[in-house]
């Protein structure tokens, strides 16, 4: 049900609902009054020059990675905060085909 949220102390939650190496879906719950009333979720990929587990991983993780840009592009984010990127870099959606690109060379 939709409805204004009560201006009372919230609490936010933060856990981790798909862990992995490489991308993981992280959901925040703002709590208010012991009813959750706004849940969020993120996932989450490493991206930048080269991510350390796309660096260590054999040509079926590099697979996994590509499988897994293609679900997170479906999504149609409008950012993607990438964990390992370089100082100053923005958080554009097109920080996945910067990752893609990176893994696809990583593949040959």
Same mark, same amino acid.
């Given at each position: 049900? #939709?409805?204004?949220?009560?201006? *009372?102390? !919230?609490?936010?939650?933060? =856990?981790?609902?798909? +862990?992995?190496?490489?991308?993981? *879906? ?6 208010? /009054? ?6 969020? &979720?993120?996932?989450?990929? !490493?991206?930048?020059?080269? +991510? +350390?587990? @796309?660096?260590? =991983?054999? =040509?079926? $993780?590099? &697979?996994?990675? @590509?499988?897994?840009? /293609?679900?997170?592009? $479906? #999504?149609?984010?409008?950012?993607v905060?990438? $964990?390992?990127?370089?100082? $100053?870099?923005?958080?554009? +959606? &097109?920080t996945? /085909?910067?990752?893609?690109t990176?893994? @696809? =060379?990583?593949?040959?």
């Open positions: 049900m #939709l409805g204004p949220i009560p201006l *009372l102390e !919230a609490v936010v939650e933060v =856990s981790v609902i798909k +862990p992995g190496r490489r991308v993981h *879906l992280t959901e925040a719950r703002m709590i208010v /009054d012991r009813r959750v009333v706004v849940t969020a &979720r993120a996932w989450h990929i !490493a991206t930048g020059e080269r +991510p +350390p587990a @796309l660096a260590e =991983s054999d =040509s079926q $993780g590099r &697979r996994e990675w @590509l499988a897994a840009l /293609d679900t997170i592009e $479906g #999504l149609g984010p409008r950012a905060v990438a $964990g390992h990127k370089r100082y $100053g870099k923005d958080d554009a +959606p &097109r996945i /085909d910067e990752t893609r990176v893994a @696809l =060379s990583a593949v040959g």
